[in-house]
């Protein structure tokens, strides 16, 4: 059954791959937020038996740490308030093909 935790979870990180490259470094900029999310969607998925919640909190922590990689690799876009204005500013990331600092 972890198994299913692992493959649920990088299901999870090949769908954030697939998405354009300004939405994905969006959500990674949002990581706490994204890794809740998913965590919780693994959680109904496999509620109903104790196995299913040991899947499913294992498959958060495996995405959980796979975030964390994903942003160190590709950076992120960090959320700031500026002038009453939401701006992102990239962050870039160990193999990010985008410049420091350029807004998307």
Request: net charge positive; glycine share 8%; proline share 3%.
């Amino acid at each position: 059954m972890l198994l299913m935790g692992l493959i649920t979870s990088i299901a999870f990180v090949v769908f954030i791959l697939k998405l354009p490259t300004p939405v994905r470094d969006k959500l990674l900029g949002f990581d706490l937020l994204v890794d809740i999310a998913a965590t919780i969607a693994m959680m109904l998925a496999f509620a109903g038996s104790y196995s299913g919640m040991a899947a499913a909190v294992f498959g958060g922590l495996i995405f959980s740490a796979i975030l964390i990689v994903l942003k160190k690799f590709l950076g992120y876009d960090h959320a700031m308030w500026h002038n009453r204005k939401l701006h992102f500013v990239h962050v870039n990331g160990w193999f990010s093909p985008r410049q420091q600092g350029a807004r998307a």
